[in-house]
């Protein structure tokens, strides 16, 4: 009987091996296959049909051989072969024996394989289970995964990058050498008690802020330009004043008192927002640095 690989169709003899009813896994030699083999997957070789050859006619000397009778010897005992005889008996055809040698090399793989499988710990199997699923036995599906993964964890750098440099502060130098800004303008900084006082001198329209700058942080921090709106009743923007800190360093756990003074500010403003900016505009008026019981 023959059985035959479902994926290269590569035919293999097994010769007076049976299969059971629930069945048995092969596996192939030539392409690594391993599927279960069923009774009814076996099939016979196609026969071949003999060639028929007339008989020449017999010669006159052959008819008289079979016209003479051939003694009869002692018919118990049987005539032992000879050596050569039995070296043709035992010895199977060429293309047939390679088959056997073939499945038996294959069933023996086959059992090693399965214990070795059997005998793998719970997360080795997960994992294999994991590479069957996603297909990760072939190469191309390997390097699309891969190709995956790097986006996915550049991705993850990127939208982690203000978390990551507060717990490694070396990465800013990464993040600043391919351009990518990692840390809050003014992080660490508040403003605080802040001020406004309008006041009209030289009949010019003025509107005077002060207030204090503090390092909230355990380290000396650097004090970027400061960006001032006026804004409307309804929050809307009507004014926008950059002014230079009036320090440039403020030590950890301090505070450092400010005051701007904005001329001809807009008579609609009712509130004034500031933040800190890296902008670096043309116009940019220093701040006062006074005194903290001045304020």
């Known amino acids: 009987m023959l059985i035959r690989c479902p994926k290269c169709n590569v035919s ?70 000879t050596e050569e005889k039995k070296e043709e008996k035992e010895e199977l055809p060429a293309g047939k024996k390679e088959m ?70 070396f990465m800013e130098k990464v993040y600043a050498a391919v351009g990518i800004e990692s840390v809050i303008v003014g992080e660490g900084l508040e403003f605080q008690n802040i001020t406004r006082n309008e006041y009209e001198e030289d009949y010019i329209n003025k509107m005077e802020i002060r207030g204090f700058i503090t390092n909230i942080t355990d380290k000396t921090l650097n004090i970027p330009n400061m960006r001032i709106e006026l804004l409307d009743k309804n929050a809307q923007p009507l004014q926008v004043i950059y002014q230079e800190p009036p320090v440039r360093r403020i030590i950890a756990g301090s505070k450092v008192a400010f005051q701007v003074i904005v001329t001809k500010p807009s008579t609609f403003s009712k509130f004034v927002y500031m933040t800190f900016t890296r902008e670096q505009p043309k116009e940019t008026l220093k701040a006062v640095n006074i005194r903290p019981d001045d304020v």
């Open 12 to 81: 293999y003899d097994i010769g007076t091996a049976t299969i059971p009813e629930e069945g048995r896994k092969m596996r192939c030699s030539q392409c690594g296959e391993i599927w279960l083999c069923l009774p009814q997957d076996l099939f016979e070789a196609p026969k071949e049909e003999p060639i028929q050859v007339e008989d020449p006619e017999p010669s006159a000397a052959e008819e008289k051989q079979e016209d003479v009778a051939i003694p009869e010897e002692n018919t118990d005992e049987k005539p032992e072969p």
């Open 100 to 169: 056997q040698e073939i499945f038996a090399r294959l069933e023996t793989q086959t059992e090693n394989l399965f214990q070795y499988e059997k005998n793998l710990p719970a997360h080795i199997k997960l994992w294999h289970q994991i590479k069957q699923i996603l297909g990760l036995q072939r190469r191309r599906n390997r390097q699309i995964l891969s190709g995956i993964s790097v986006i996915l964890v550049l991705l993850l750098l990127f939208y982690l990058r203000y978390d990551i440099v507060r717990l490694a502060p």
